[in-house]
């Protein structure tokens, strides 16, 4: 998984099929995503587990091996009505949900004594992007007391995992596909696969020039 020299590294993910989503597009995506390579950069791509020792434990693998300098991860909310931009993640597991291997972690801290962390992405920057390409935004100061806000604190917090530690980091709620919805659920706000796939390559590739600004590469 290690990139080319002088590359700039993303890791972006998403989530397998979970109680209450049998369908999670962000599985459909990392597919999607495969042998896509924008300029300069180099993209892995992973399917984590919803499991609360799991996901951690592949986090830090990838951290090991590809060390990325970009960590995008995308996950599944069904009331999303668009691209949902988390600009928090919360120092709480609140979710009474099981995660797939039957263990749930209602009101615990992910780690005693840590703070909150702050998305790192340029969300304004992709909010604009998103907007000019007609695809749906939102914003949300709240990712969730599940995996999704599990993930998206050990990618922004220094003080889990020293081999997984991005510059820049941040989380993406979508909504369903439009042909993954069912009986019952057509009311849900949904997207095509060719929205989802272009809405991820803008805020992938707007994170990466956003890195590059930031840290030009050297003569």
Same mark, same amino acid.
């Given at each position: 998984?290690?990139?080319?020299?002088?590359?700039?590294?993303?890791?972006?993910?998403?989530?397998?099929?979970?109680?209450?989503?049998?369908?999670?597009?962000?599985?459909?995506?990392?597919?999607?995503?495969?042998?896509?390579?924008?300029?300069?950069?180099?993209?892995?791509?992973?399917?984590?587990?919803?499991?609360?020792?799991?996901?951690?434990?592949?986090? =830090?693998? !990838?951290?090991? @091996?590809?060390? *990325?300098?970009? +960590?995008?991860?995308?996950?599944?909310? $069904?009331?999303?009505?668009?691209?949902?931009?988390?600009?928090?993640?919360?120092?709480?597991?609140?979710?009474?949900?099981?995660?797939?291997?039957?263990?749930?972690?209602?009101?615990?801290?992910?780690?005693?004594?840590?703070?909150?962390?702050?998305?790192?992405?340029?969300?304004?920057?992709?909010?604009?992007?998103?907007?000019?390409?007609?695809?749906?935004?939102?914003?949300?100061?709240?990712?969730?007391?599940?995996?999704?806000?599990?993930?998206?604190?050990?990618?922004?917090? =220094?003080? !889990?995992?020293? @081999?997984?530690? *991005?510059?820049? +980091?941040?989380?993406?709620?979508?909504? $369903?596909?439009?042909?993954?919805?069912?009986?019952?659920?057509?009311?849900?706000?949904?997207?095509?696969?060719?929205?989802?796939?272009?809405?991820?390559?803008?805020?992938?590739?707007?994170?990466?020039?956003?890195?590059?600004?930031?840290?030009?590469?050297?003569?």
């Amino acid at each position: 998984m290690s990139g080319r020299e002088g590359a700039v590294k993303i890791l972006v993910t998403g989530f397998t099929a979970f109680p209450g989503a049998p369908d999670n597009p962000t599985e459909w995506l990392m597919e999607a995503l495969a042998g896509w390579r924008p300029a300069g950069a180099d993209i892995a791509t992973a399917i984590l587990p919803v499991d609360y020792a799991a996901a951690p434990r592949v986090l =830090e693998a !990838i951290g090991a @091996d590809f060390r *990325p300098d970009i +960590a995008i991860h995308f996950g599944l909310a $069904l009331a999303a009505t668009g691209f949902r931009l988390e600009r928090l993640a919360r120092n709480l597991c609140s979710s009474d949900l099981p995660d797939n291997a039957g263990v749930s972690r209602a009101r615990q801290p992910i780690i005693e004594g840590a703070s909150d962390c702050i998305s790192t992405l340029p969300n304004e920057s992709i909010a604009e992007r998103l907007a000019s390409a007609d695809l749906p935004v939102e914003w949300s100061d709240d990712a969730g007391g599940y995996l999704c806000n599990l993930v998206m604190f050990h990618a922004l917090s =220094e003080r !889990i995992m020293p @081999d997984y530690a *991005p510059a820049m +980091a941040g989380f993406v709620h979508v909504p $369903l596909l439009d042909r993954m919805r069912g009986d019952g659920q057509n009311e849900l706000f949904a997207l095509t696969e060719s929205e989802l796939l272009l809405g991820v390559q803008i805020i992938v590739g707007t994170a990466l020039a956003a890195y590059r600004i930031e840290k030009p590469a050297e003569a």
